[in-house]
């Protein structure tokens, strides 16, 4: 596999993992396995600048947004922190901020990391004004209401603290309340929660306040950003703001040396299995505001701050079946089903096996005791087989499925990939899968439209792929006593919008078209600007698109050669979606930045970051996503990052703001 093979696998990839974290709340791998791969993209990406995509996952971090809830910018970015996995990472990170320091002396907060939702409180002349989600770090969801239920989060503030705060943390379902909760819904014959992060994401994303009081979230908090603090000792801030009425960890501690923390961690790796709440590593952050600001930022998270997770617990089970899940882009999954054991605080029945290569390395059978960790302790896997307790009664070898185990189709594996798929064309897990992508947010839109929905359409008969949606009608979805004719009317106006509004660009994107990603639709899009075009286009036409490549380009045109594809192309057409770029999407607005290199950084009032791009492309500018001598200026809005401010006084690059950009425009 190719360099930019392995790049696009691993964009796709990890942006599925993202989605599945932050917004569907069922991870498939530990957090652990998700940071080595977007580790290994990093490097990639370094070794090929020409392959950068502002999309890449490696340029945002994950989100948790809602198509349900309102959507509020923060203040400032809530990023994500760097992770460790061992003591020596931990005193690597010490040394590199000593010697950023200067060897100036320094201390480190030490915090544990609570395992539930990342939350932004704002207080306004100390009362709760909004609650919002951390999302993709730059805006999240208006959770407020729920927020309002939790009896731990103070609704109003005293006298002494400040007027205007901010402060962060995370919401939380106690343990107790979270086997309380599975257990109901087990009785109901309810699909239970996996930990009780998702449930308190679940519970904090319910339409109903009544929802979120009953379940009894809890909430940490942990951070207060801004100017106008108490002290320049983030550990006493967040002591006042105990004394403002926060629940503040009491765990929390200042470390004067290396061997502070690691007592630190020593002794909280014992103790939080006695925790009435989720936890699943520490958080070190420099004690020093002055010094925080003097370390600054990378791209995607603080240099001053870093999290250690804490090492997976293992618990010895018997493996009594492995069954197999079909994804929606096929890969098949072997799921090992074990006698119930209690692990990291929760029973668990079932552990993915991952691939055939995973079970041969294990060299597993049926009756096998099994070692099950949680990794990053959420999703169990079998680690290890104690083979000292085979005996007369172990079955046979587990010989990996040759079918899909939902349509039949004899199942494929490709080159260099170690998973199975079913290339079966109407297998329904992918069948759904491809209409769920078609109607997403970056592809055609539909909010009236979600997995559920889908789920429920498709079951139902109603549809079998993307095109089936436009034929739906008022009668199909109202419901013979039409008490859903409300919600079915917004539907149908759903779709209509779509498929008058969508660009074709979008179009393209939602097709599915296998390693076509969001930014490189756009650029084929623009090349060939029709569909028409597109489909007559061949291999070699397509890769010598600037940014396209041989691998794309095979990909594309083996889509098209696909009659199935070919005939819900024409049946999308006859439904009135865009199959073409307009003249108003592309026709020059000026050259008033004809020769202009721009880095876009930071969140803005009057437009998107996309349409920001469209506008400069539209005025014969340029876009590009790093700063370097070549770049004109920097169309920089709130919340610029440290490093790219830093990294534009360090060469003389210009910073232009939102407002004197767009004069520049009109003039």
């Known amino acids: 596999m190719t360099s930019q093979e392995r790049i696009l696998q691993l964009r796709n990839e990890l942006h599925a993992h993202n989605h599945r974290y932050y917004v569907k709340n069922a991870p498939i791998i530990s957090d652990r396995e ?31 947004i809602s198509e349900e809830f309102t959507q509020i910018d923060h203040t400032y970015p809530m990023l994500s922190l760097g992770n460790t996995y061992s003591r020596e990472e931990v005193g690597a990170w010490y040394s590199r901020v000593a010697d950023l320091l200067g060897h100036a002396p320094f201390e480190v907060c030490c915090e544990l990391k ?20 951390r999302g993709d770090g730059l805006r999240g969801d208006d959770v407020t209401r729920g927020i309002r239920t ?17 402060i962060r943390g995370e919401v939380l379902m106690p343990w107790e309340r979270f086997d309380r909760l599975n257990r109901l819904r087990e009785q109901r014959g309810e699909p239970l929660f996996a930990n009780p992060r998702n449930a308190a994401s679940g519970t904090l994303k319910s339409k109903s306040s009544n929802v979120v009081a009953e379940r009894g979230l809890d909430a940490y908090l942990y951070y207060l950003p801004g100017n106008g603090l108490p002290a320049d000792s983030h550990y006493a801030n967040m002591q006042a703001a105990r004394h403002w ?62 999290a250690y997770k804490f090492p997976a617990e293992r618990v ?16 098949v999954t072997p799921v090992a089903n074990m006698q119930p054991v209690q692990l990291a605080g929760t029973v668990v029945r079932r552990a993915s096996l991952h691939n055939e290569d995973i079970i041969r390395g294990l060299d597993l059978r049926l009756g096998d005791y099994v070692y099950v960790e949680k990794a990053g302790e959420i999703i169990p896997q079998i680690v290890g087989v104690e083979t000292s307790k085979r005996d007369a009664s172990t079955g046979p070898h587990v010989e990996f499925i040759k079918t899909c185990p939902e349509c039949g ?19 329904p897990p992918q069948l759904k899968g491809r209409i769920e992508h078609f109607i997403s947010r970056d592809c055609m839109n539909i909010e009236s439209l979600g ?38 009317r917004k539907v149908i106006e759903g779709l209509r919008r779509s498929a008058a509004e969508t660009p074709f660009e979008n179009v393209l994107f939602a097709l599915g078209i296998r390693f076509v990603g969001k930014a490189t639709a756009k650029t084929i899009a623009r090349a060939f600007r029709s569909i028409e075009r597109l489909q007559a286009a061949t291999a070699e036409e397509l890769a010598a698109v600037p940014g396209v490549g041989k691998v794309i380009a095979q990909s594309v045109t083996a889509y098209f050669a696909d009659t199935i594809n070919g005939t819900l192309v ?19 607005l000026s050259s008033r930045l004809a020769g202009k290199t721009i880095v876009i950084s930071g969140t803005f009032e009057h437009h998107s970051r996309d349409e920001y791009k469209q506008l400069i492309e539209r005025h014969g500018g340029k876009n590009v996503g790093s700063i370097s001598k070549k770049t004109s200026f920097v169309l920089a809005g709130s919340d610029m990052g440290p490093a790219k401010r830093e990294k534009a006084a360090a060469l003389g690059v210009p910073l232009v703001d939102e407002d004197a950009f767009l004069s520049l425009l009109e003039e």
Request: glycine share 6%; charged share 30%; aromatic share 8%.
């Open 451 to 488: 997995p559920e929905t889908i789920g429920d359409y498709f079951d139902r008969g109603l549809i079998r792929d993307a095109a089936d949606l436009y034929g739906l009608t008022l009668a199909d979805l109202a419901g013979p006593d039409r008490s859903r004719e409300k919600s079915a």
């Open 570 to 588: 024409e049946r999308l057409r006859q439904a009135g979606l865009q199959m073409a770029v307009t003249e108003a999407e592309t026709a020059p």
């Open 409 to 427: 189709t004899p199942l494929v594996r490709y080159d260099d990939e170690a998973a199975h798929y079913c290339p079966g064309e109407n297998c």
């Open 245 to 306: 009425g926060f629940k503040v960890s009491e765990a929390t501690a200042l470390a004067r040396s290396l061997d502070d923390i690691y007592t630190y961690i020593d002794r909280w790796n014992e103790e939080r299995h006695r925790l009435p709440v989720a936890t699943d590593g520490i958080v070190l952050k420099v004690d020093s505001l002055r010094q925080q600001e003097q370390l600054g930022y990378t791209a995607k998270s603080p240099r001053w701050a870093i």
């Open 316 to 331: 010895l089970t018997r493996l009594e079946a492995v069954t197999y899940q079909v994804g929606r882009t096929g890969a």
């Open 34 to 64: 998700f940071d080595e791969l977007l580790a290994e993209l990093v490097r990639l990406e370094a070794e090929h600048p020409e392959l950068y995509d502002p999309n890449s996952p490696t340029q945002r971090v994950g989100s948790d």
């Open 150 to 166: 939790i009896r731990t989060i103070p609704l109003t503030l005293p006298a002494e603290a400040p007027e205007y705060l901010e």
């Open 114 to 133: 609570f395992d539930g939702l990342g939350i932004s409180l704002v207080y306004e002349n100390r009362r709760l004004l909004h609650a919002v989600t």
